[in-house]
């Protein structure tokens, strides 16, 4: 009997304990740093952020996703841990569409079209479009739009810029792109999916599973023990990165990588992806004639992945069958440049000389380069545009 009781009294403490963690997660969600927050979130909320939010980007006939005009300092975030202030103009009454740039009131030398990588996930100031303005005093108009490929970026060239007939067109390429003009092909009935998408991953099941999408505490756990957040639900690829690294002088970064959508939409042995590069073709044929039509010149950015520019700590751990399909819609845009005649600064290199001297180029947990890393870039453009024979940057005193 007496052991019964005392077997009785620390299953109590043991229970009352776990209650009193649990309830402590579930208060201090929100204060909890990193991985630890993003996990008692989840558990707790059914969201990773910190603060409630509007995203800035609403779907798009023509364009798939499209910012809305007339924002002010609105709080955006890339990831969990990634958050920006975004503000929007209309570049004229009735465009319907918001751009991440100041209104038009001077003359117009280049133009950016691009993704999320062209609008940037950063302050606007840090961002390598203004960057590279400053750096070689070219004004600039950042005509981006998040989530888009380069159908959507063909027809903002259209719309936007050939009123502005700007002497230079920067067209920002990364390698989800061909997978973005399928799936807003897919979003206007243009094209049946294609019926292989590759499936996502089921839900687990179980006390485990229960445990990990209801109890913060829990949660909070296996994500120190696991070193990366277990519970965001499956559908949300973009948040889970299987794989981390600690890199840099005293290892003071860290790189959570080899997430499954991006090893889906860059991948180019999927018909998806296969679908998407016809049309992007025909989108950069259009655009270049266009171009040339005014007068204008066109070049193109190619931004690599972070598994790419980071290979020697990314390969060993994903193996390099993954980093060749990350490399797969990049080198197929390469391609894409040699058969089309366009002139393309491929970053890898750059980024990748960077990156092998210890510094953080991208953000710890989402796709995007980290205000460093768009330095990085626009210095390095900046030096590749002065080498090119561009009108635009001829005319600079």
Request: charged residues 20%.
């Amino acid at each position: 009997m007496r052991a019964l009781k005392i077997a009785a009294f620390f299953a109590f403490n043991a229970l009352l304990s776990a209650l009193l963690f649990e309830v402590g997660a579930r208060l201090l969600a929100n204060q909890l740093p990193g991985l630890m927050g993003q996990a008692a979130r989840w558990a707790t909320y059914g969201t990773p952020y910190a603060e409630s939010w509007t995203p800035a980007w609403v779907q798009n006939r023509d364009h798939y996703w499209a910012l809305r005009p007339g924002l002010q300092d609105a709080l955006q975030y890339g990831s969990p841990s990634v958050a920006f202030r975004l503000s929007t103009v209309e570049l004229w009454p009735g465009g319907g569409i918001g751009f991440r740039t100041r209104p038009i009131d001077f003359f117009v030398d280049g133009v950016v079209v691009g993704d999320s990588f062209g609008l940037c996930f950063t302050e606007q100031m840090d961002c390598w479009v203004d960057v590279l303005g400053q750096r070689l005093g070219l004004r600039l108009v950042n005509l981006s739009q998040p989530v888009t490929g380069s159908q959507s970026h063909a027809r903002i060239l259209r719309d936007f810029a050939e009123p502005l007939r700007a002497p230079l067109v920067i067209w920002q390429f990364f390698g989800n792109d061909f997978n973005d003009d399928y799936g807003l092909a897919v979003f206007r009935k243009d094209m049946l999916p294609i019926d292989d998408e590759a499936a996502s991953a089921a839900e687990e099941a179980g006390l485990r599973a229960w445990l990990r999408r209801h109890s913060a505490a829990w949660a909070v756990i296996e994500t120190i023990l696991a070193g990366r957040v277990v519970n965001a639900p499956a559908g949300e690829a973009l948040f889970v990165k299987p794989y981390s690294v600690r890199y840099g002088p005293n290892r003071e970064h860290v790189l959570h990588f080899g997430g499954q959508y991006e090893l889906q939409a860059l991948d180019m042995s999927r018909p998806q992806n296969q679908a998407g590069l016809k049309l992007s073709r025909a989108a950069f044929e259009e655009a270049r004639n266009r171009v040339e039509a005014w007068g204008g010149q066109m070049v193109v950015v190619l931004i690599p992945t972070r598994e790419e520019v980071y290979a020697p700590l990314t390969a060993p751990i994903l193996g390099q069958q993954a980093i060749d399909q990350l490399a797969s819609a990049r080198l197929a845009m390469l391609s894409l440049c040699e058969a089309l005649a366009l002139r393309c600064y491929d970053a890898l290199p750059d980024l990748r000389q960077a990156a092998d001297e210890g510094v953080a180029l991208y953000y710890s947990d989402d796709m995007h380069l980290n205000p460093l890393g768009n330095r990085v870039l626009a210095e390095n453009l900046a030096l590749w545009l002065e080498g090119l024979d561009l009108r635009a940057l001829a005319a600079l005193p």
